[in-house]
């Protein structure tokens, strides 16, 4: 199974700074369609997990501009550009090429 | 508006089964997979499997394979996720979770709102 290892676990962060967490899988993880299976999700304290980012860089509907996904292969990166309170909670990454076998990153925790 | 409402917590003894729902509402039920992750406390997220609503067939994470049923019934657009022989590791909240379509297909564009599964003796 490929395995997905993020970067850093724990991301202390001062409130209007940017924030970037990296997300890197053990195989690629283009699949043979071409598309990349990478998308970002956020859990705030308590809640569900949330879909931010869906194919490496697509924002899903409602997300704020100041999040951006980029990379390609096996090396992913999630930017915040200007961190906000609301932003506190646990990041992942999770893969979805190796289809029907999907799997999650440890998960990054952004704190204020 | 998409929505998954999921039954409410339970208790379980260590061996025994429990059953979570997940009912959809505001979309075409049939026309997604709705996958299963779970989070033990304290814990990330970790894939259990899916299920086509559609044609009901599933696929499962390798280590739940013997253990974990999902099936569905399409008159009330419900999901369901059974875990069998359950063990104190099981504790968790288990969420079901829509697979985009279009464009945002291969992620998870909505969830529920989670169910607590306590194994306790």
């Known amino acids: 199974d490929i395995v997905m290892t993020q970067t850093p676990l724990s991301l202390p962060v001062t409130l209007g700074q940017p924030a970037s967490i990296s997300c890197r899988s053990s195989?690629?993880?283009?699949?043979?369609?071409?598309?990349?299976?990478l998308s970002w999700l956020q859990q705030r304290p308590g809640q569900p997990p949330r879909l931010l980012i869906y194919?490496?860089?697509n924002r899903f509907s409602g997300v704020p501009d100041r999040f951006s996904g980029s990379g390609a292969g096996t090396d992913f990166t999630l930017k915040i550009s200007r961190v906000e309170a609301e932003d506190v909670g646990v990041y992942y990454c999770?893969?979805?090429?190796?289809?029907?076998?999907?799997?999650f990153g440890q998960g990054t925790k952004l704190e204020i | 508006q998409v929505q998954l409402v999921q039954s409410g917590a339970e208790v379980k003894k260590p061996g025994a089964s429990v059953k979570v729902s997940c009912k959809a509402s505001?979309?075409?039920?049939?026309?997604?997979?709705l996958h299963w992750v779970r989070q033990a406390p304290g814990q990330g997220l970790e894939w259990m499997g899916w299920?086509?609503?559609?044609?009901?067939?599933?696929s499962y994470a390798q280590q739940f394979q013997g253990r974990v049923t999902m099936t569905r019934d399409t008159s009330i657009s419900t999901v369901y996720m059974e875990l069998s022989r359950l063990r104190s590791d099981d504790t968790a909240v288990y969420y079901c979770?829509?697979?985009?379509?279009?464009?945002?297909?291969?992620?998870?564009?909505?969830w529920g709102q989670g169910t607590l599964v306590t194994v306790s003796s």
């Open positions: 299920i086509n609503s559609d044609s009901g067939g599933t």
């Open positions: 505001g979309y075409t039920f049939t026309g997604y997979y």
């Open positions: 999770m893969q979805a090429t190796q289809f029907p076998r999907y799997t």
């Open positions: 979770a829509r697979e985009g379509g279009g464009p945002a297909v291969a992620s998870h564009d909505y």
């Open positions: 194919k490496i860089s």
């Open positions: 195989q690629s993880l283009v699949h043979s369609d071409g598309d990349t299976y």
